[in-house]
């Protein structure tokens, strides 16, 4: 069974349509890197899933299970999601990340885990800062901190690499890779098809509110098509586009 299913999903704003049948049948212990041009459908997409939006038309499918037939808590053991934003700025990091514990942990247990992950992402010295004190790419890796230690099978993260550094994109992905040898879902909306090569598993190109879905190395055709403009050129050495000299 697979951990994630969408069936012949149809959502339109008013009259625009801006997903068409889109099907997915998502594997365990896969990344999936989901592009497109601006306005494609993205966020939206990810909303559907997880029942930010309601759908209009077609299915989703958590391990089986319908969207509409699961409470809060069910979806919330299902998938952890990461939206763009900031957490509340008079909060301390540790109580950001107190409130992704799972139910059921004791007081002592929830610490444990909050300080294990904080060690494995080098943010012991920020537990006690307030958020209002972090960069908008620290407040982001505490944000996807705060998800991870719910421990769903699947992680969706909407723009994970926004506002990070290179260092930091390197760390947030290899440690998503991670989740991955875990058996662990793991989907990523991204602008930065720079992030493509050599990181995702299988790419979700979103274009004309079509889904097409393709190993990394068979992409390259579609997302030169979509990514175009006179501007622009693609390194097939460096597997990157680059912009052309003025």
């Given at each position: ?205 979103l274009h ?5 879905e393709f190993e ?31």
């Amino acid at each position: 069974m697979k951990p994630l299913e969408v069936q012949d999903l149809y959502f339109s704003y008013g009259a625009r349509p801006v997903l068409q049948a889109v099907n997915l049948a998502a594997d365990a212990g896969r990344m999936y890197a989901l592009v497109g041009l601006n306005g494609s459908g993205k966020s939206t997409l990810l909303r559907l899933l997880t029942g930010v939006l309601p759908l209009q038309r077609g299915r989703v499918l958590w391990n089986g299970t319908d969207l509409h037939r699961l409470s809060p808590g069910q979806l919330a053991a299902r998938v952890a999601v990461v939206w763009p934003g900031r957490p509340l700025e008079n909060l301390r990091v540790y109580e950001v990340l107190a409130t992704g514990t799972p139910p059921g942990l004791t007081a002592r247990e929830k610490d444990a885990r909050i300080r294990s992950l904080a060690a494995d992402w080098e943010m012991e010295h920020w537990l006690q800062r307030p958020v209002g004190q972090l960069s908008d790419g620290e407040a982001r890796m505490v944000l996807i901190a705060r998800a991870l230690l719910h421990d769903t099978p699947v992680v969706l993260l909407d723009e994970p690499a926004t506002h990070l550094d290179l260092v930091h994109k390197a760390g947030i992905f290899g440690l998503l890779r991670q989740l991955t040898r875990q058996g662990k879902t793991v989907m990523f909306s991204t602008h930065d098809i720079q992030l493509l090569s050599g990181l995702a598993d299988r790419i979700l190109l979103l274009h004309q509110g079509r889904l097409q879905e393709f190993e990394p190395d068979d992409a390259l055709e579609a997302l030169t098509g979509v990514f175009s403009h006179e501007m622009l050129t693609f390194d097939k050495r460096c597997q990157t586009f680059k912009f052309r000299k003025l």
